[in-house]
């Protein structure tokens, strides 16, 4: 049972993979798959068949998926329009995601629902990336009316990596440029999701907060560590980061949706709450936490990995790290198996994976249970964790970033410990800013002197010879 | 009385040591202007100095062409140090756009 999800997890990738390099027909794979469940059916009782059939159903559920998602329905926008700036549309929808405002742009996600142009209108779906030249105060929700034409993302010459696969592994196939603010029209009713609305919400309650108590460098950081909004972190800072290899900690990741379980069930527990009840709560928060931080996939990994973890409390179930590993890979691939080729899903997994696997095979090896300082001990786990997680995302760093940074392990063992204590007080101050504002500032001087150590940190390790090299 | 854990513990522990820092800090910048320096960064962290910045290393940061960064690097020797970032506006491909991107990466000193 145990290593059920991780079977058909690696199945049901490895249909993705058959399926990216290899052309098939979407009704051949589902034809086949018609053929191995009836065989399925009929070797009920025979354990071993039964399994491998299993396993292949997995396979082509994988394959016919990703063939599923290379499909655009008939309506969808990008098969209605000209996309070469030819013509001027009139498009209906609302805002599907917060909008992004930089200096005097700003920018969002938009979900169609009509089309106009030329006094013909067709109902339609999908998503367009739309770019405005003006600061626009809008919201997730809005119901709009744009008025501008299409094109498609570019394709860059600096690298291998493109912004129009990007955007398309996201669903989105068409940009929209909007020049001036009478080319929005508001509407007036509501739409999306209220559960993501009140997540947004939120958001932007908790930014305020972190903004009011601490200067805009740190601010920004802190945002970044514990509400995942990267959106303010300066170019330097992101780039000084990418180059020593710890970027990984401005990404909200498992170890803050641990604190955010940890705080949720013990604030439960104090006013006295039954464990059932606590644990389903602790879900529930951990579901708001994902949509807060924008629900990306490291977030999404590690709060279906919570979840799945806790529910092994509540089934009395014992949860493997590898099953709920699987779990969570399963369950962003369904919804969207083009994810397979995103760098973060690879690297967020790739990274938990290694340290997984790698950590207590490396640590028996080098027989550190028997260190006898404590002091030295915890050191050379923490070494040892940094070595495991470089170790595993090295190879795909090096093929997407072309950039090697030997530093990393050194910078790790000095950065995360204060990483993890920022995250702790900025989870400390965003709480008692929101609760007792009074209190915040005895949080907020620590979490920005923090910061400022961790920055001068990571600009004085790459200046270290050799730290990095690009090739 | 509440049963608490010894993780429940050591959480309440870190809260009130982080909350008695801040506080020892606090106090310290009123008495030392100096000490502001220790949580407030130097914005040569975040930002590059246009006025420092060898041609290598602005080809280097990917934010402008070759033959811009050739022109900024040309109109700061023949003009001297930029005074102001608009300035920037004054070489030649460098527009309202590219200038608004550029104004995030750089400052001048």
């Known amino acids: ?471 | 009385m509440l049963n608490l854990t010894p993780e429940e513990k050591r959480a309440a522990l870190f809260l009130l040591i982080i909350a008695f820092c801040g506080i020892t800090l606090n106090n310290l910048v009123k008495l030392n202007c100096g000490a502001k320096k220790l949580f407030c960064p130097q914005v040569s962290l975040a930002r590059i100095n246009l006025n420092k910045i060898s041609l290598e290393e602005l080809v280097k940061t990917r934010c402008l062409p070759l033959k811009a960064s050739q022109r900024v690097i040309a109109y700061r020797q023949q003009q001297g140090n930029f005074s102001s970032l608009e300035e920037l506006k004054k070489v030649k491909g460098i527009g309202e756009k590219r200038y608004e991107k550029l104004k995030e990466i750089f400052f001048v000193e």
């Open chain 1, 1 to 471: 049972m145990k290593g059920l999800f991780v079977s058909a997890a690696i199945f049901y990738c490895l249909g993705i993979l058959l399926v990216n390099y290899i052309r098939v027909s979407f009704w051949l794979v589902a034809g086949l798959g018609a053929v191995v469940f009836t065989a399925a059916c009929l070797n009920f009782r025979q354990s071993r068949i039964f399994t491998v059939l299993v396993f292949l159903l997995a396979l082509l559920f994988g394959a016919l998926n990703m063939k599923n998602a290379f499909t655009l329905p008939r309506c969808h926008i990008r098969n209605l329009v000209h996309y070469n700036n030819k013509g001027s549309y009139s498009l209906s929808g609302y805002v599907d995601s917060q909008p992004v405002i930089k200096g005097k742009h700003s920018s969002f996600i938009f979900r169609a629902e009509e089309l106009q142009a030329d006094n013909f209108k067709w109902l339609c779906c999908g998503k367009v990336l739309v770019k405005l030249d003006f600061p626009e105060d809008l919201n997730y929700g809005d119901s709009l009316t744009l008025k501008g034409s299409f094109s498609r993302p570019y394709i860059s010459s600096f690298s291998s990596r493109s912004y129009r696969d990007y955007l398309s592994r996201q669903g989105i196939f068409l940009l929209m440029h909007i020049e001036n603010s009478l080319q929005v029209i508001p509407r007036e009713a509501k739409s999306g999701s209220r559960l993501i609305a009140f997540s947004l919400w939120l958001r932007a309650e908790l930014e305020q907060i972190i903004r009011r108590y601490l200067p805009d460098l740190p601010s920004a950081v802190l945002s970044a560590m514990v509400l995942g909004q990267k959106t303010t972190i300066p170019w330097l800072v992101n780039d000084y980061m990418v180059k020593s290899g710890t970027v990984h900690i401005l990404v909200v990741s498992g170890f803050n949706v641990g604190i955010v379980a940890f705080i949720t069930n013990l604030l439960l527990k104090i006013i006295r709450i039954r464990r059932k009840t606590r644990i389903i709560l602790v879900i529930a928060c951990l579901l708001i936490y994902c949509f807060i931080t924008g629900a990306s996939n490291p977030v999404i990994r590690a709060t279906v990995m919570g979840v799945v973890f806790l529910s092994g409390y509540l089934l009395k179930r014992e949860a493997d790290v590898y099953g709920c590993l699987a779990c969570a890979a399963l369950f962003i691939l369904i919804i969207n198996p083009r994810q397979l080729f995103d760098v973060g899903f690879q690297l967020s997994f790739a990274s938990v994976l290694a340290i997984v696997y790698l950590y207590p095979k490396i640590k028996s090896f080098l027989r550190l249970n028997k260190c006898k300082s404590k002091v030295l001990r915890f050191i050379s786990e923490s070494c040892l964790v940094s070595l495991c997680a470089w170790l595993g995302t090295m190879g795909i760093i090096a093929y997407n970033f072309r950039i090697v940074t030997p530093v990393t392990v050194l910078a790790n063992i000095l950065i995360v410990p204060l990483a993890t204590l920022i995250t702790l007080s900025g989870f400390s101050l965003v709480l008692c800013g929101y609760f007792c504002p009074f209190l915040g500032g005895a949080f907020s001087t620590t979490a920005a002197m923090l910061i400022t150590l961790l920055l001068n940190i990571n600009a004085a390790m790459i200046k270290i010879p050799g730290a990095y090299f690009y090739f």
